[in-house]
């Protein structure tokens, strides 16, 4: 089998030297463990900030260890009587070919309905993000007009369709391409689509407002547009800051924070795990989106480990519409 591993802090972008591919011998499983062969591993973007030796709400990736996150497979030998072989299951071990993990590490998943790549993405840690940051964080309320960055991203798309189908009057998002922004708007519902290379995001989102809740994937201009667009009392759910996650230097903040105070504006930082009393209703509630046609996504997928780092990069520049993916 083989892993990568990280063989260098990166400063600024990552280069293709910051990694490392490892070959492994295939485990046999111990008692109550299971060794499972990965169908499927997510890129993300939190992943950068874990290649940083700083201290966060996750622990550094370790060097010279393998990367992990989240990933589906099939059980192809067991030491548990709970979870047997041929299951499909979602865990945490990914960026590797084979995962040797404790049974109790390891989620069984329906795929009768949907692949197993959703787990990984509408149904998975993007779509349970999109659905605390709407409810939870930002309070939405029938009527509101919202305003998410990244909008053609994994958890962008789905918080662009959530929305709606939370009673959302209007929904506008960003993307960087005019093939995403006529995905948004042709496919997905959304009411208006803002393409941030085209002009700037500041003077595009002053013809759509005000705004009563606004979704922050990217930070950066995204969010001093955003704060010059919101409606009095408007709330900001701070999901990520993609804009500046590469920077080798602390980027400025908004210009206009003076007007949190004249608007009387709300802003909440979140992390989808603190929230994990919401996954049944998160369950409950975008599986019967997902039965009835209402909630759908794009993958971008990206074949082999062997091109991991790319697509980890990829997502970074954009390359993805929805999910970044990659296929082992
Ligand atoms: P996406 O699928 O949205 O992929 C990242 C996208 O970011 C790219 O496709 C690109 O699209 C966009 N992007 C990159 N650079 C910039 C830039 N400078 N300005 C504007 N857009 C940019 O990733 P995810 O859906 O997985 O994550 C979206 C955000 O949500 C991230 O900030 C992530 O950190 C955050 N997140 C937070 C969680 C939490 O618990 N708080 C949990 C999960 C995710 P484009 O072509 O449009 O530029």
């Given at each position: 089998?083989?892993e ?21 011998e295939?485990?046999?499983?111990g008692?109550?463990?299971?060794l ?5 591993m997510?890129?993300?973007p939190?992943?950068r900030?874990?290649?940083?030796d700083v ?10 260890a393998?990367?992990d996150g ?6 192809v030998a ?5 979870v047997?072989?041929g299951?499909?299951?979602l865990?945490q071990a990914g960026?590797r ?6 049974a ?10 949907v ?6 993405g509408?149904?998975?840690?993007p ?5 605390v940051?709407?409810?939870r964080?930002?309070e939405?309320?029938?009527g509101?007009?919202v305003?998410v960055?990244?909008?053609a ?13 939370l009673?959302?009057s209007k929904?506008?998002g960003?993307a960087g391409?005019?093939e995403?922004?006529?995905?948004l708007?042709d496919?997905l ?9 085209a002009a ?9 407002g005000p ?5 922050d ?6 969010l001093?547009a955003?704060i ?5 009392f ?7 800051a993609i804009?500046?996650?590469n ?9 206009n924070?003076m ?10 930082g ?7 009393d919401?996954?049944?209703e ?9 039965a009835d046609?209402s909630l759908t ?6 074949d082999?480990l062997?091109h991991a780092?790319?697509?980890f990069l ?6 993805n ?8």
């Amino acid at each position: 089998s083989r892993e990568i591993h990280l063989a260098s802090r990166p400063h600024g972008w990552p280069t293709p030297e910051n990694f490392r591919t490892v070959e492994t011998e295939l485990p046999d499983p111990g008692p109550d463990e299971v060794l499972v062969r990965n169908t499927f591993m997510s890129v993300d973007p939190y992943m950068r900030g874990r290649m940083n030796d700083v201290k966060s709400y996750v622990p550094p990736f370790a060097l010279d260890a393998p990367l992990d996150g989240g990933a589906v497979g099939e059980v192809v030998a067991s030491g548990s009587t709970d979870v047997r072989v041929g299951d499909t299951v979602l865990h945490q071990a990914g960026w590797r070919t084979h995962a040797l993990l404790p049974a109790r590490a390891v989620r069984r998943v329906d795929v009768s309905q949907v692949p197993a790549s959703a787990y990984l993405g509408a149904l998975g840690m993007p779509g349970m993000t999109a659905y605390v940051g709407l409810t939870r964080v930002a309070e939405l309320k029938e009527g509101d007009t919202v305003f998410v960055s990244g909008a053609a991203g994994a958890v962008g798309s789905a918080v662009g369709q959530m929305a709606r189908l939370l009673g959302a009057s209007k929904v506008i998002g960003s993307a960087g391409s005019p093939e995403k922004c006529a995905w948004l708007t042709d496919e997905l519902g959304f009411d208006v689509a803002l393409d941030y290379k085209a002009a700037p995001i500041g003077r595009q989102l002053r013809e759509h407002g005000p705004v009563d809740v606004y979704f922050d994937n990217v930070g950066g201009d995204h969010l001093e547009a955003a704060i010059f667009a919101m409606a009095d009392f408007g709330r900001i759910a701070a999901c990520g800051a993609i804009a500046d996650y590469n920077a080798d230097a602390p980027v400025p903040g908004p210009r206009n924070l003076m007007m949190m105070v004249s608007k009387r504006l709300t802003m909440r930082g979140f992390i989808v795990t603190d929230h994990g009393d919401a996954t049944s209703e998160f369950y409950r509630r975008a599986g019967a989106w997902v039965a009835d046609g209402s909630l759908t996504w794009r993958e971008t997928v990206v074949d082999g480990l062997d091109h991991a780092v790319d697509a980890f990069l990829g997502l970074h520049r954009g390359d993805n519409t929805g999910k970044m993916l990659v296929r082992l």
